[in-house]
């Protein structure tokens, strides 16, 4: 039911989705600013210098959402077999037509809780502004953990509670009645407990409600 509510919320803010997150006129600005106080676009910025714009492996990208944040980077990243996921058929839609002239990015549509991938496929798994979205967050970690190769790298940020009161609020009042966050939302030190419970190096900051975070995994 709760995956309904989220194809549902994400169709209707396809048309706004990018103009929200880059903070684009003074609704968003005011919205990003008082209810969140920080800046995607520098997280994003952060998050994505952690991979050289030479790699050459496997990335998963889950979910990609419309590929705002990551088209240019992607474009820089020709030798990358790149897997862009996400589970709404709209922002893929919306994707679609930023990543149509890249070849090594493939856009699919699916699950994280239920990865149609092999185990140890990844490379790099990227995942912003996701893990407050997914309905089963255990399962999500573990199915991460599991197409991640050995040695392979887990980034990514996403929204904590307890850090912002003002944040939960919006969150808990708004976002998550309309589907556009998940019912269960967890804390910064429950992030760290699950990352250092999978991953040997767990390096973890954040910023009001927002984190973010660096793992490698040496299975």
């Given amino acids: 039911m709760h995956k309904d509510k989220i194809t549902a919320a994400y169709k209707q ?3 706004i989705y990018d103009d929200v997150l880059t903070h684009k006129g003074f609704l968003a600005k005011a919205y990003i600013g008082i209810f969140w106080g920080v800046d995607d676009l520098l997280i ?13 492996g496997q990335l998963l990208d889950v979910p990609v959402g419309t590929g705002v944040f990551t088209d240019k980077k992607y474009q820089k990243m020709e ?7 996400d ?4 922002m893929l839609e919306k994707a679609r037509v930023r990543f149509k002239d890249m070849d090594h990015v493939e856009l699919v549509q ?3 809780g239920n990865l149609n991938f092999a185990d140890n496929y990844f490379d790099i798994v990227l995942s912003m ?8 967050k255990k399962k999500a970690f573990s199915e991460v953990f599991r197409v991640l190769k050995p040695n392979g790298k ?3 940020c996403f929204y904590i509670k307890n850090e912002k009161w003002l944040t939960d609020v919006v969150v808990n009042l708004v976002l998550k009645k309309k589907g556009w966050f998940s019912p269960d939302q967890l804390t910064k030190d429950e ?3 699950v990352l250092s419970e999978q991953y040997e190096t767990v390096k973890v900051e954040n910023k009001h409600a927002m984190i973010w975070f660096y793992c490698e995994n040496k299975r």
């Fill in 13 to 15: 803010s396809k048309n």
């Fill in 44 to 56: 994003a910025e952060k998050i994505l210098s952690w991979i050289p714009d030479d790699f050459g």
């Fill in 79 to 85: 030798n990358a077999s790149i897997v862009a996921l």
């Fill in 87 to 90: 589970y709404s058929d709209d």
């Fill in 110 to 112: 699916g699950d994280v």
């Fill in 129 to 136: 502004n996701g893990f407050h979205v997914f309905p089963d």
């Fill in 154 to 156: 887990f980034i990514g």
């Fill in 191 to 193: 992030v760290i407990a």
